[in-house]
């Protein structure tokens, strides 16, 4: 079982023990509505297109919302066995849903009072470095300076350009991954000049 399997498996898991009213980082989506967009972005090729484009963005709100009144235990049945045979995600699904099934599964637990960050393997912190590498230009896109982001192991990379000293994001890749992809609630550390730092910490990391 690959690593976007088990964080599926996981994912709900933790879907069922905080319940289908319980907040999430995901601006004002419940646990229900979170599980409802998995649904809808596997399961509906027609109003997927909407979590990207703003034009189809009301579409998208429309089928969710619908989604989102099914019973709990459907919804959740449904993101545990995945993308089903017909969708072009299935054949991708270890790469394409890696950092969806992870980012969100910590969507739920990092929501809740108390949470600190899981003790994940070498092999899958290294799976999330990968992700990382290939997404992170895009989520600093916005940065007018330098972003490095460096791990506890030694591994850097520069993910923008700008002018001037170079911030350097550091963490574990998991960490790290949380934070291109939005999230404040992470562990890291920035080091650079104070208001370099500060635009950094503050850009619109969305993707």
């Known amino acids: 079982m690959n690593m976007a399997q088990r964080e599926r498996r996981a994912l709900v898991e933790t879907m069922v023990a905080a319940g289908p009213d319980a907040a999430t980082l995901c601006g004002q989506w419940t646990v229900r509505d979170l599980a409802a967009h998995l ?82 393997s070498t092999e899958d912190q290294r799976s999330l470095w990968s992700t990382l590498r290939r997404m992170a230009k895009m989520a600093y896109r916005k940065s007018p300076v330098p972003v490095e982001l460096s791990t506890p192991d030694g591994d850097s990379v520069r993910v923008s350009g700008g002018e001037g000293p170079a911030v350097t994001l550091t963490g574990t890749p998991a960490e790290l991954l949380l934070h291109a992809f939005g999230r404040e609630q992470v562990r890291i550390e920035a080091a650079g000049d104070p208001d370099a730092v500060r635009t950094v910490l503050e850009l619109d990391r969305s993707i």
């Open 39 to 120: 649904v809808v972005r596997e399961r509906r090729p027609d109003a997927a297109p909407g979590i990207m484009v703003r034009a189809f963005a009301g579409y998208l709100e429309k089928v969710q919302n619908k989604a989102a009144q099914r019973p709990f235990p459907e919804l959740l049945e449904q993101v545990r066995t995945g993308p089903p045979w017909w969708s072009p995600l299935r054949p991708v699904d270890a790469v394409a849903n890696l950092a969806e099934m992870f980012v969100h599964h910590e969507d739920v637990r990092r929501a809740q009072p108390g949470w600190e960050p899981r003790e994940l």
